[in-house]
């Protein structure tokens, strides 16, 4: 069994080879049964060839005539004056003349060609035979023979009957040894022919079962290909399935941690407005709200690598002033900056200056941020430059090039390899430093790529680094509003809007929001200033922070509602978390007209500033309308 | 092939369906017996060299098994002679002056026009030269005969021809 196994291995192995042989032989033996085949049907022309049979005939044609003649010579010895008899006798000769003649001349020679004994005996006999020609002729002149004539034949032509008997038996031998040879050779031939051909059955045959056994491999080799085909289909749509239930598993978490995590920050807000804390409370509630802001921040990174890697990610298009984006982010990082004495600036080069380009700014933003943020970090001696070219090409979107260079620690060559990717910090000395999720360039790579751009960085380690990003943006004129701006713009009034609020990053992101919309947004960074303000000018619109230094949300509502200002009556709107009624009666209280959720939404504001311009006053809260409050409002729209 | 001139003996009686045969005045050549409507030996109709001269000759030059190279034959076509008896019949049995016989179908003599050579190569045939007159088909023409079939229909030597059913 082993064996058979063996053999059958190895001839699968080497099945190819083995095919080739068996085509090869059998194209030989092919080719042999051709030639043999030919070469027997030559032969056997040849053997049909009657002129042996003939020869033979003529042969014993000759002996036959000689005795005739013979006997006709002792007839006409017999009875001399048989004129009849006589001329039966010169017949005769004559016609053993004809029959030795055609022995000698006719193409009968040719069989005894191989046999010179033949026809050495042929000529003899013709030579004795026409040798009496003379006597005959003679008899023939005169009209009758002499008994010595007569004499004279019979006795030669009693030795001749034996020579030609003789002749003709060895004709007749020789003739049939021969064919007797002939036909043992056919038959050798034919059964040598035989042998070629079962040969050449049998390696077809052979090649037969090696196709088959060829056959039966690639069909299990194909069974199994699709085998693994359907397996590795299986694994992928487990692994899909995995993702998939990763990505809902990380949303539904987010969401989960999201609630308390809003109601974290949301309360330490709360706390911190109401300014009955004392000082070492309020910093301890501040790590606590600062503490929450970082968890939002990690989660939302978190989601936002998720969406990248799920390919989810959304980008708007809105105009951007590019310098102002650029001025706003470096600005975040400006304090920090100074604290560790390292020199901040922006380079950007002619023609970026006052360009507006059409991209996402919020993702623009984060990209920005993390660059910037983490040269920041990372540098504690010397500087972080920003540089931003926009180079404009033809007939193509225009080149925004960022760089952020510092004079950090530098990265190596393996750290450069990791640096993009997610959650492999450069080195875990940094995590332990720095801290961090490690996503912040993955996301931020994402984020260029989905953009159709490139990020990279190179450093020289102990000099410091270069951050790059190379984004293709649309360039456009300072917008006026177009079209469909213009429609939604027309929908919305240009207000004045008074926006107060402490935090500077805020108060940009709110100030930009409400430009956008549209409006003219002044600012005040606190209460104080807030009231001044709101003394000497009137305004549509006033978006109150609630806790800020100098003096609160609430005071500078109280301080603006009371007296004769140009505000009185404004509407004022609360930027608050999701505070408890009693903290909203409170609001209401003081005489705001309602309240809405940081960080504030665009569309509530611009819903928010649609009503207003419709002089309806709705009220707007983060989850939409609160209906419980409604009647408070027209009660106080009553009162008023 | 080309054609030899030769001296004409009187003419047989014209060809007519009773016209007469006249007898021979030399050796016979050829007896030719059976069903025919000519005679003039009796029932039998005998021929000499000079009545069989007369005929109108034919010649073809030809291989054959008996030659070592090709030959001229010329004499009458076979259908010449039979037509000059008046033969009716399927079957000519010819026989040769060694007693030889074979059987000719009388359809061979119109189909294949062999003649009854009385001359090969210009030299008229004795028996020695296996005349007086030899049956020879024409076979460079019908290579279709040259076998051993019509060799053996190809009778010299002819004594008799007698014409069957």
Redesign the interface.
Known sequence: MTKAGGTGRFINRHGELFSLALAVLAAMLLGVTAFLYHDLSSRMVSLNS??K??TLWAVY?VD??IR?FSHAVDAARDRPDDAAAFKTML?RY??V??RI??LT?????KQFDNNPDFLNSIAMLSDSIKGSSTVLDTMARRGNATIDELELLKARFAALTVSAENLLLASNNAISSERAERREEVVAQSSLTERVVIALIGSVFALLLLLRRQIANTRKVSAQTTRIASQLEDALRGAEAGNRAKSSFLATISHEIRTPLNAIIGLSEILLEKRRLQREVQEDVHSIRRSGEMLLDILNEVLDYTSIENNALKLEEREIHLSELLDSCIDLFRSNAAKKGVELSLVSHRESADRWIVSDPTRLRQMLLNLIGNAVKFTDVGSVTVTVRLEDMEDQPAGLGIEVSDTGPGISAEGLEKLFKPFAQVDSSITRKYGGTGLGLAITKGIAEKMNGKIGAESTPGQGSTFWIRLPVKTTAMPKPGPVQEEKLARLPRLNVLLVEDNPTNRKVAASMLQQLGQNVCCAPDGEQAVRLAASNRYDLILMDMQMPVMSGIEATIAIRAGSGPNRETCILAMTANASPDDHKACLDAGMDGFESKPVRKQKLHAMLAALGDGKQTLVGDKGQMPGMLPVLQDRDRAA | MSSLAWGQSPPLAPPGKNAALRAPTQPVLLTVSGQITRHNLGDDAAFDAAMIDSLPAHEFRTWSPWFKEPMTFRGPRLKTVLEAVGATGQTLHMVALNDYAVDVPLSDAERYEPILARRIDGKVLGVRDKGPLFLIYPFDTNPELYNEKYFGRSVWQIREIEVVE
């Open positions: 009657g002129f049979e003939d044609q036959r005539e005739r017949l004559d016609i003349w004809s003649d055609l001349k006719s193409g009968y020679r």
